[in-house]
C-alpha cells in the first residue's frame, strides 16, 4: 500500500510486459488525436477505449524503474512495472472504461453532480444554497429540464434507488471513492486530493478508481426516462462524420471514383477514411473483400509473420501504403 | 432620514441586516440625491450591497461592468441564495446561441453583470441602450488606471460607452484601493470631472500587522508548519507559487494529519474549487492554501490570520489579501513571511507578465508568442490601433511602475523601526494613527502569542460510508 501512496506512474496501465510502445503514440491517443496513424496505433496496443482520456485525467506520469528501453527508445514494463500493473487492475474495474471511448465521461459526470445536488436540495426543501456548477450552458440545460419536471419527489426518490442500486453493485473501494464526491443537501463533497490523503492512496490511483466508477455510473441512467437528460448527447462520435458518408456510399456500390467525386475529396482522404473504418470494423465483408489484396498479405506474411509490426519504409519491396496498411488492420483481428 | 427610514427598510427586508456598515448609507444616500459616485471602501464593507439595495429602490435595471467572469458567477449565486433570480451574467463563457437568448430577454433581469468587453460590442451595448438603466456600476474601478496594479485595457474603452449611451445612466464606480494618482487617472481617462468621492479609511484596526524575516527556505516552511499548528481558527496562507502550495499542503498533511487544509489555485477545476470554497466557509476545513485567484468574493466573516508565504508585489495587494481577515471585527492577525530569495521570485513575475520589447517585435512581425496572456494583451492594443513604439514604451513604463510598487512592498517587508500600518496608511495618503500595541509587532512582539490555540486542534469529524452519504442526501 505504501508503493501505491507514492505512485502516481498511472502509465502503466497502457503498457505490457512482451510489447515494446512508443511513449509519445500513447501520449497522443491519451489527447485524443484522431489521425490514422493514431488510431492504428491504438488498435495495435489495444488501447482504443482509451483515447480522449487526457479529457478527465490530465496526469500520466512514468516511474523509470517500472519500464525497460528497447533500442528504439521504446518501453515496456519490466517485473516490478507489471507487479505494479496488476495491483492497480485489482482495485477497480477496468471492464467499462470502454464508456470512455462511447462517452464524454467528463460531461456526464458534471451533469449527474449538478442534478443530485439540484435533486437533493429539492428533497430537504431547500432552496437557499450555491450550485456547483459555472457553465452557464449546463445550468440552463439542468434548470430547464428541472423546471420540466412533473412529478419531482418522485423522480428524486429514484435518484437515490439508482445510487443505492449502483453503489452496491461496485466494488467497496470504488462506491466509498464515488460517494465521497457527491453534492447536495448540507454536503459539499469531497476533492480527489482530500480522499487521497484520507485513504492514503496516490492522487492518480483515486482518479482513475473515480473515473472507473462514473464509467459504470452511466450504464445506470440509460434506462431511466427521468434522467435520460444525463446521458442525452454525451455520446462520442466514435469515426468522423465525412468517413461515415463514404461508408454509406460504399455500402451503396458507388465506386472509389465516384465517393472521390461526390465527396469533393482527394483520393488519399477517401483512403484515410476506409482505413479508419476497418480499424473501427465498420466495413462489411464485402467491402473488406473488394479493398484487401491477398498476394500482398501473404508477400508481408513472408517479411514477417506479425504484419502488424511491420514498417513500410523499411518493406523489401514496393507496394501501396493504402493497401499495406489495410492488411496490416486485418492482421490485426488476430492478434486483439 | 426619509431616505434612510425607506433604504433601512430595504436592507431589512431584502438583506436580513438591521444597520449599514460604514459607508454604504452614505454612498446610496448620495445615488438617491442624484450624483455619480466614486466610493472607496475598505475590504468587507459590503460594496455589492451597495447596487443591489439601490437597484431595489429604484425598481430599475442595474448594469454592473465586473473584471473576472469568477467574480460574476459568484455574485449571481450569491444573489441567487438570497432569493434572487433576476440576475445575469453576460461574459465569453456562452455560446453564439445562449448570448442570443440573454439579449434578446435582457429587459427581464434587473442585475446584468458584464465584462468590460462585451459591453463594448456594439449589438451587446445598443441594447443595453435601450434599457432604461437604473444604474452603470463599475465595479474594481482601479482597473481603470494604468497607475493601478490590476490595470486592464479593456477598461479604457468604457470612456466611449459611457459617452454612448443617448441619455447618460448614472454611475457608480466601486473601489477598495485608490490612491491620490489612481483617482485622478480615473476622472480623466472616463472624462468624469463632476464625480462625488466618498472615501472611508481603509485601515482595519483588528488586523494586528506581523512580519518575519528568514535567512533561508527551510526555517520558513518549518516556521509555517509551526504557525500553523498553532495559530487559532481559520486562515489562509497566500502563494505565488501554485507548486510551492501545494508542496506545503502536502508537508502540513504529513506532519498533522489532524489539520484540515484544502489547495486552491488556478491548476484546480471549478468542481474543486467549488468543494473547497464550501468547505472553508462550513467551517469544515480550516487553512485554505490558495493563490491570489482565492478570495475575490468570499465573504467568511471570522477569518482570523492571513499569512502570506511570498513577498506580495505592491501593497494594494497586500492590504487587499489582509483585509479578508476579522471582517466580524474581531482580532486576527496577518504575518508576511519575508526572506532575501522572494524580492526575485516576485521580480521574475513582474517580467513574465508584461511583454517586453523583443516580444512587441515579435508579435509585430505576426509571430506567435508563447505566453497567451501577453498575447492577448498585444492583441488588444493592435485592435484599437496602438503603434508599436507607443506599445514599448507603455510597457517599459509599466514595468518600471511595477518595480517602483515592487520596491515599497520590500521596504515595508524589510522594515523593523516604524509601524507598519502607519507606513501603510500613508502609502494610502491617509493621516497617520498612534502606535498601539495591538498595531503591530514594533515594539509588541508578543501579542502573536494570544493569537496561539489555548485548546487543541479540531478532530476530523467521522467518516461516513456511502450508505450514510445516499441517506444524508435524500
Known amino acids: ?336 | 432620514m426619509e431616505n434612510y427610514e425607506l433604504v433601512l427598510n430595504i436592507l431589512k427586508k431584502k438583506f436580513g441586516f438591521s444597520k449599514f456598515k460604514e459607508g454604504q448609507f452614505e454612498t446610496i444616500n448620495s445615488l438617491i440625491v442624484g450624483n455619480d459616485v466614486l466610493s472607496i471602501l475598505p475590504t468587507g464593507a459590503g460594496k455589492s450591497l451597495i447596487y443591489q439595495l439601490y437597484g431595489y429602490y429604484k425598481q430599475k435595471p442595474i448594469v454592473v461592468i465586473t473584471p473576472l467572469i469568477s467574480l460574476m458567477y459568484d455574485q449571481v449565486k450569491r444573489m441567487n441564495m438570497m432569493g434572487e433570480n433576476k440576475a445575469v451574467t453576460l461574459n465569453s463563457d456562452f455560446d453564439w446561441f445562449q448570448k442570443k437568448v440573454i439579449l434578446n430577454n435582457l429587459d427581464q433581469y434587473r442585475f446584468i453583470f458584464i465584462s468590460p468587453e462585451y459591453i463594448s460590442q456594439d449589438n451587446v451595448f445598443n441594447i443595453i441602450n435601450n434599457l432604461d438603466l437604473g444604474l452603470l456600476v463599475i465595479d474594481e474601478a482601479h482597473c481603470v488606471s494604468t497607475w493601478g496594479n490590476d490595470f486592464r485595457p479593456a477598461y479604457l474603452n468604457l470612456r466611449n460607452v459611457i459617452k454612448n449611451f443617448s441619455s447618460k445612466p448614472q454611475l457608480l464606480l466601486l473601489t477598495a484601493t485608490a490612491s491620490k494618482n489612481v483617482l485622478d487617472d480615473i476622472q480623466q481617462i472616463l472624462d468624469l470631472n463632476k464625480l462625488t468621492i466618498l472615501k472611508k479609511s481603509i485601515n482595519r484596526e483588528n488586523i494586528y500587522l506581523k512580519n518575519i524575516k528568514y535567512e533561508d527556505q527551510n526555517s520558513k516552511d518549518e516556521d509555517l508548519l509551526y504557525l500553523l499548528n498553532n495559530l487559532a481558527g481559520s486562515g489562509i496562507v497566500y502563494f505565488s507559487s501554485k507548486t510551492k502550495a501545494d508542496e506545503m499542503s502536502k508537508l502540513l498533511i504529513d506532519n498533522n494529519a489532524n489539520l484540515r487544509v484544502g489547495v486552491y489555485h488556478a491548476d484546480i477545476d471549478d468542481h474543486d474549487r467549488f468543494v473547497i470554497q464550501q468547505q472553508f466557509m462550513n467551517n469544515e476545513i480550516d487553512i485554505v492554501f490558495a493563490t491570489s485567484a482565492f478570495g475575490m468574493g468570499i465573504d467568511k466573516s471570522d477569518i482570523r490570520f492571513v499569512i502570506h508565504y511570498h513577498l506580495p508585489q505592491n501593497i494594494e495587494d497586500y492590504f487587499q489579501e489582509i483585509g479578508r481577515a476579522g471582517r466580524d471585527n474581531q482580532k486576527s492577525i496577518a504575518i508576511l513571511m519575508y526572506s532575501r530569495q522572494d524580492e526575485y521570485f516576485a521580480k521574475n513575475l513582474i517580467d513574465y507578465s508584461l511583454p517586453d520589447e523583443s516580444e512587441i517585435n515579435l508579435f509585430d512581425s505576426g509571430n506567435v508568442i508563447s505566453n497567451q496572456d501577453k498575447e492577448d494583451i498585444l492583441n488588444y492594443y493592435r485592435k484599437i490601433g496602438y503603434p508599436k513604439k507607443d506599445l514599448i514604451n507603455l510597457f517599459s513604463e509599466l514595468r518600471e511602475k511595477r518595480l517602483v510598487d515592487l520596491n515599497h512592498m520590500i521596504d515595508y517587508a524589510k522594515n523593523e523601526k516604524y509601524c507598519r500600518r502607519n507606513i501603510i496608511l500613508s502609502y494610502f495618503d491617509e493621516p497617520e494613527i498612534t502606535h498601539s500595541e495591538f498595531c503591530c509587532d514594533i515594539n509588541s512582539n508578543e501579542v502573536i502569542n494570544t493569537f496561539f490555540r489555548k485548546e487543541q486542534g479540531k478532530i476530523k469529524s467521522k467518516e461516513l460510508n456511502w450508505k450514510e452519504i445516499i441517506e444524508k442526501l435524500f
Not at chain 1, 500513447?26 to 485524443?32: D, E, H, T, Y
Not at chain 1, 419531482?152 to 464515488?178: D, H, Q, R, T, V
Not at chain 1, 485513504?199 to 492518480?204: A, C, H, I, M, T
Open chain 1, 1 to 336: 500500500m505504501n508503493k501505491l501512496k507514492e505512485m502516481d506512474s498511472l502509465f502503466v496501465l497502457f503498457l505490457n510486459n512482451n510489447q515494446f510502445r512508443k511513449e509519445k503514440t500513447i501520449r497522443n491517443i491519451l489527447k485524443g488525436k484522431k489521425t490514422v496513424a493514431n488510431l492504428y496505433a491504438a488498435k495495435k496496443y489495444n488501447l482504443i477505449n482509451i483515447i480522449g482520456l487526457n479529457k478527465y485525467i490530465n496526469d500520466f506520469k512514468i516511474d523509470e524503474s517500472l519500464i525497460d528501453y528497447n533500442n528504439e527508445g521504446k518501453i515496456k514494463l519490466n517485473n516490478d512495472g507489471q507487479l505494479f500493473k496488476k495491483e492497480i487492475i485489482s482495485m477497480t474495474n477496468f471492464n467499462f472504461i470502454q464508456n470512455n471511448f462511447y462517452y464524454d465521461i467528463y460531461e456526464f459526470k458534471r451533469r449527474f453532480i449538478l442534478i443530485l445536488q439540484i435533486m437533493s436540495e429539492f428533497f430537504n426543501h431547500n432552496k437557499k444554497y450555491i450550485p456547483i456548477e459555472n457553465q452557464n450552458y449546463r445550468r440552463f440545460y439542468v434548470k430547464k429540464w428541472f423546471h420540466n419536471l412533473s412529478q419531482k419527489k418522485e423522480a428524486a426518490i429514484e435518484l437515490k434507488n439508482i445510487l443505492n442500486e449502483f453503489l452496491a453493485s461496485i466494488l467497496p473501494i470504488e462506491a466509498e471513492i464515488i460517494a465521497k464526491t457527491f453534492v447536495g443537501f448540507k454536503r459539499h463533497g469531497k476533492t480527489i486530493t482530500q480522499i487521497s490523503e484520507e485513504k492514503g492512496l496516490s492522487y492518480s490511483i483515486i482518479q482513475i478508481i473515480e473515473f472507473n466508477a462514473y464509467c459504470q455510473l452511466i450504464n445506470f441512467f440509460k434506462k431511466s426516462k427521468n434522467y435520460s437528460i444525463i446521458t442525452k448527447d454525451v455520446e462520442k462520435n466514435i469515426v468522423n462524420k465525412n468517413a461515415l458518408k463514404t461508408l454509406s456510399l460504399l455500402d451503396n456500390n458507388y465506386s472509389f471514383e465516384e465517393i472521390m467525386k461526390i465527396m469533393n475529396n482527394k483520393k488519399s482522404t477517401i483512403e484515410e477514411h476506409i482505413l479508419e473504418l476497418a480499424i473501427f470494423d465498420l466495413l462489411s465483408k464485402k467491402i473488406i473483400n473488394k479493398y484487401f489484396n491477398v498476394n500482398l498479405y501473404d508477400k508481408l506474411k513472408k517479411e514477417d509473420n506479425m504484419i502488424y509490426n511491420l514498417t513500410y519504409s523499411k518493406l523489401s519491396f514496393k507496394c501501396s501504403f493504402f493497401e499495406f496498411r489495410f492488411c496490416q488492420i486485418l492482421s490485426l483481428k488476430g492478434n486483439n
